[in-house]
């Protein structure tokens, strides 16, 4: 069970725009930056998004993200069949455990 | 260009214990946080301990706490996770990340580079 809430599965077609929720609480998404990560099948996780909705260098602008309260959103536009892959949000937790915290990944297929 | 190269894992029974290392390159080591975080086959990412630039402050999960240790040797610019009393429940390739803060509990940090992982079983 995870701290943080995503759907564990997202679909949509090639070319058209997909979102990922990701939910939590106030002593984390609502009180620090959120950040994204992709994980390309039997790879390391790549960071996505970053400090709620700041991309990388070399993340191309398809990718967004936003947060509002305790929640936030992952957005990619224009689908493509690599974007395949499995998505997780994360942040602090600032509660007594002290501790990062990831949501249980959603898992994007581009039919 | 950051590189973080895990070495360490392999099969281990029950009970047994094992010694990570992170070998990271690219930036000034001491100047960034460094966590290990792992997946369990077929599972998401479960944080497991986070250590501050300096090594001052450790930080770890609650399925891991009394049993593994992080620490770092910011000469060596290597990163390190000792698992004692480890369980079936530990088997996973566990990743070193960078943090993007000096210190663990910015909220404004995130994990900008990752290793490619290190599998740990935990088998008899």
């Known amino acids: 069970q995870s701290v943080l809430t995503q759907p564990p599965s997202v679909s949509a077609a090639p070319g058209q725009k997909v979102t990922i929720s990701c939910s939590g609480s106030s002593s984390n998404i609502g009180n620090n930056y959120v950040s994204w990560y992709q994980q390309l099948p039997g790879t390391a996780p790549k960071l996505l998004i970053y400090e709620n909705n700041k991309r990388p260098s070399g993340i191309p602008d398809r990718f967004s993200g936003s947060k509002s309260g305790t929640s936030a959103t992952l957005g990619i536009t224009g689908l493509q069949t690599g974007d395949e892959a499995d998505y997780y949000c994360?942040?602090?937790?600032?509660?007594?455990?002290?501790?990062?915290?990831f949501g249980g990944g959603t898992k994007l297929t581009v039919l | 260009e950051v590189q973080l190269l895990e070495s360490g894992g392999g099969l281990v029974q029950p009970g047994g214990s094992l010694r990570l290392s992170c070998a990271a390159s690219g930036f000034t080591f001491s100047s960034y946080a460094m966590s290990w975080v792992r997946q369990a086959p077929g599972k998401g990412l479960e944080w497991v301990s986070a250590i501050s630039g300096s090594g001052g402050s450790t930080y770890y999960a609650d399925s891991v706490k009394g049993r593994f240790t992080i620490s770092r040797d910011n000469s060596k610019n290597t990163l390190y996770l000792q698992m004692n009393s480890l369980r079936a429940e530990d088997t996973a390739v566990y990743y070193c990340?960078?943090?993007?803060?000096?210190?663990?509990?910015?909220?404004?940090?995130?994990?900008?580079?990752w290793g490619q992982g290190t599998l740990v079983t935990v088998s008899s």
């Open positions: 994360g942040t602090w937790d600032s509660s007594l455990s002290a501790n990062w915290v």
């Open positions: 990340a960078k943090s993007s803060a000096v210190v663990v509990a910015a909220t404004d940090a995130h994990f900008d580079y």
